[in-house]
């Protein structure tokens, strides 16, 4: 069942989990009973809506009269509730019940702030004080707001309070796995200023929660973050609950191709091995630890590529929108890590050839690079050397002249974060002469490759690793591909033009042209530090630029702030852009380049054409582009003058 189809079709549900929910308790008020009791008998009003909203009988000053009110948890917290039903509620509160207000008005603003939100947005919201029942959660709830610990005061058994908290909404994940539903939102607040991002993060990989459906905001940030938040949740959904469905099919077929390969080797003989090394292997010099290595690994993506249930899933995700690349997510080392793990190699059987004889067998696709000192700690990133010569010419020993070809290569440092690994890996799936490599040391280095440059090399000095570093095997697939290429440039005839296309952007700038020139102190920018936009080539040099549901927000936060100081030729058309952002979920921008060089940008509006609503392109002539340093059209310019709005996005490169 489609998720979009089943939201719409049900209320959305918030369960809200906050022991500040339990006050005031009795103890609370019983502290303001002096205070309590002077201001109703100067109150009667007061005093008589105590009587028949409460069932208390007999004076104020009476040992017993607020009894019926304490007795009952339920009555305290009903009395918070209705405070501002209280005739004269500002002198009840200023003068009946300021210590209750003083110490519960702080606990209970955020939570407040948090249902102001939601009712807004037309939630209906479900509280609990404690960490409920499962069976009384309602399972269609979409957001489960929480509070990080469920006590008023920092316990001495806190870790204890919050593994509570974890199983807890580890049930709940667990129902929700099996739900047509998928997963709710899970939002983590906390007002303590010593819990982290770290200790937030912790949570939730204790939950077993994917990012997407997890945020941690402090209470102090309620009124800023949560809404957006929500926002960008509910126009993800459908591609999330897509991709975790991916994920989970992934596992599954992951841990049933393991167990297949495990029942094969199994069931592998002895004399299997001995043939296969025996009449083969020998006479080619390759070990058989490696070769079995690469044949499992070939099975393994045989077996994976044949599970129906993760094709399925895969050819579910969405086509064209990218909602979940776009804006509030985070990136996160896991794909930069498998990059890595899947581009080098320092095989055990390398190694112990090295350990055994002091020097390497050098292999096609074997990585060098220039040492600084003689211990090789310090390397020069000026020379990373890429074997090219085929392994079976070295093993063999047809290569007569002692030499090896390599390509030579520069690295730049990349530094461990999860944006900047994230940046390399990008341009690894684009630049096919970039490889993202990691030293001993875990330092990062993305690898250009110079495929023009080509150099031979003593094979002794390699092997013996004279003046050089062993760095590792790279995968065969980004060899070839270095070495194809490289042959490709030696033997071409004129110089090829590849055109380069950055395909996401980061930073985002809102600037403003008027009659005389642009108008400087209007300009606007911002920067998330992730993805903000994506940009998609289109037929007749033409491209698409997606936006986060992110920035699109903010170019209509800022188009109102703008409104009233925009030159009066832009006034109207900003009003209109403002309204065409808001009224498509999917608006985007698309870009081509006129006669003059400048980039014009156009969008889909929508049209009625024989009694039916059609979308067509309209290129806008009062909003242009810049892309920055992404080489997508040819010698881009920015025109000096002309009455416009420009929107500017940073390549992240």
């Not at 909602?323 to 990136?331: A, D, F, M, N, Q």
């Amino acid at each position: 069942m489609d998720i979009e189809v089943v939201a719409e079709a049900v209320p959305r549900k918030a369960v809200l989990i906050d022991d500040a929910y339990l006050r005031p308790s009795p103890e609370d008020v019983r502290k303001s009973l002096p205070s309590l009791r002077s201001f109703l008998r100067k109150a009667p009003e007061a005093k008589a809506w105590f009587d028949a909203t409460f069932g208390l009988s007999g004076g104020a000053t009476d040992r017993g009269y607020f009894d019926p009110l304490l007795a009952d948890p339920q009555r305290t917290i009903e009395l918070w509730g209705r405070r501002a039903e209280c005739p004269e509620s500002q002198r009840f509160l200023e003068e009946g019940i300021a210590d209750v207000v003083a110490d519960v008005g702080p606990l209970r603003l955020p939570l407040e702030q948090i249902e102001t939100t939601l009712i807004a947005q037309n939630w209906e919201l479900v509280r609990f004080g404690a960490l409920p029942a499962l069976d009384i959660v309602p399972a269609d709830a979409s957001l489960v707001v929480i509070d990080y610990v469920l006590t008023s005061e920092t316990p001495e058994d806190m870790a204890a309070k919050v593994d509570e908290s974890t199983q807890f909404l580890q049930s709940l994940v667990q129902r929700g796995l099996t739900s047509e539903r998928g997963l709710p939102l899970i939002v983590l607040v906390s007002s303590r200023p010593g819990v982290a991002k770290g200790d937030a993060e912790a949570f939730r990989k204790a939950v077993g929660l994917h990012g997407g459906y997890f945020h941690f905001i402090r209470k102090m940030n309620v009124l800023q973050e949560l809404g957006q938040r929500i926002d960008g949740f509910t126009a993800e959904v459908a591609e999330l609950e897509s991709y975790r469905r991916v994920h989970l099919a992934l596992k599954d077929a992951l841990q049933t191709a393991c167990e297949a390969l495990k029942a094969d080797i199994d069931s592998m003989e002895l004399q299997d091995l001995a043939a296969l090394h025996v009449g083969h292997l020998i006479h080619e010099g390759e070990p058989l630890s490696d070769y079995v290595g690469w044949m499992l690994g070939q099975a393994l993506t045989v077996k994976l590529q044949e599970s129906v249930t993760l094709a399925g899933a895969s050819g579910k995700l969405p086509p064209e929108n990218h909602r979940v690349l776009l804006g509030h997510l985070e990136p996160t080392q896991g794909i930069p890590k498998l990059f890595t793990e899947a581009s080098t190699v320092r095989t055990a059987s390398g190694q112990h050839h090295k350990q055994t004889t002091g020097s390497r067998e050098l292999r096609f696709g074997d990585i060098f690079v220039g040492k600084l000192t003689r211990r090789g700690k310090k390397v020069d990133l000026t020379q990373f050397r890429l074997v090219l010569s085929q392994t079976c010419d070295l093993l063999q020993k047809k290569i007569t002249n002692g030499q090896v070809l390599c390509a030579e290569g520069v690295g730049t440092e990349v530094p461990n974060t999860e944006v900047e690994l994230m940046r390399a890996t990008l341009r690894q799936l684009d630049d096919k002469g970039s490889t993202l490599i990691r030293l001993e040391d875990g330092a990062y280095y993305q690898v250009r490759w110079n495929e023009v440059n080509l150099i031979t090399i003593e094979q002794t000095k390699l092997k013996k690793e004279q003046g050089f570093r062993y760095v590792g095997r790279l995968n065969e697939i980004y060899a070839l591909e270095v070495q194809h290429n490289a042959l490709n440039k030696l033997g071409r005839i004129g110089v090829p033009v590849k055109p380069g296309y950055s395909l996401v952007f980061g930073a985002v700038r809102l600037r403003v042209w008027g009659p005389k020139g642009e108008l400087a102190a209007l300009a606007k920018s911002r920067d998330t530090k992730t993805v903000t936009a994506v940009l998609r080539p289109l037929p007749k040099k033409q491209v698409a630029i997606l936006l986060s549901s992110d920035i699109k927000q903010w170019l209509v936060e800022q188009l109102d702030q703008l409104q009233e100081l925009l030159p009066m030729e832009l006034t109207g058309f900003s009003a209109e852009l403002k309204a065409l952002i808001k009224s498509d979920n999917d608006f985007r921008l698309y870009c081509r380049q006129v006669g003059s060089g400048a980039l014009e940008l156009g969008v889909n509006k929508e049209k009625e054409e024989k009694g039916q609503k059609v979308k067509s392109l309209e290129w806008l002539k009062k909003l242009w582009a810049d892309l920055g340093s992404a080489a997508v059209f040819a010698n881009p310019t920015v025109p000096a003058q002309g009455i416009r709005l420009q929107i500017e996005f940073d390549p992240i490169s």
